[in-house]
């Protein structure tokens, strides 16, 4: 039965999408995410909560030399996004369907990600719900570990609460990242910060965005202790 986002269509994820259940880790119990491209050699980008992957199509459409992933929990975004993907025929795009959280901290091999990307991830405004938000100290860890050397986190959002609780994630580990500033990545058309379905629909409404980029510092070697 076909309903939702595929609007009648079937979708396709044959060779996009990928479950972490199907995820084969190696013997430490890890997984390189670069093994799911056909060039894994290429540059290594994640983003996490991809939704329907269009800063995935229009970033990797860009960027051809460069390999993306997008992570992302809800299966109907997933299916949308992979589907998508292949329709672009973007050899440099992949979808995980994982919590990104889990993934990070348990799975993914370490030094491997260029840049991570956090566009309008979910502010969970609730104070008791803010556990289930994304950026945590552990997944400041985790971030820190997936990164190569000099790698970047780039968030923004226009929840200015989510805002502070990014400003104060940042300054209470500035042992792991600096701060520097954000670049609109290609992706972005005229007057936009990133160019996603959450920040157009954003736009309209007029709500002010909030961006910053974290680099990862080499200061401490194997980050994610706890
Ligand atoms: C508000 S939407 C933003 C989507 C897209 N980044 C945009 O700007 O249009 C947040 C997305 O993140 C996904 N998400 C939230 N927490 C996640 C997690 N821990 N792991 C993977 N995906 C997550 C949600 O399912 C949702 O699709």
Known sequence: MSFGLSRGRTLDTSGFGFDVSDLKPSEDESFDPRSMFTSPDRPFELEVGSGKGTFLVQQASLQPARNFLG??????????AADRARRHGLDGVRLLRADASEFLRFSCAANVAEVIHLYFTDPWPKKKHHKRRFIQDATMRSMHRVLRPGGLVHLVTDHDE??????????????????????PPDSAGDGEVVGTNFERKYQREGRPFHAMTLRRLDAVEDSDAS
């Open 71 to 80: 992570i992302e929990w809800s299966g109907e975004f997933f299916r949308y």
């Open 162 to 183: 989510l805002w502070e609780w990014y400003q104060n994630h940042a300054a209470r580990h500035t042992d792991l990242y600096d701060r520097t500033t954000f670049s």
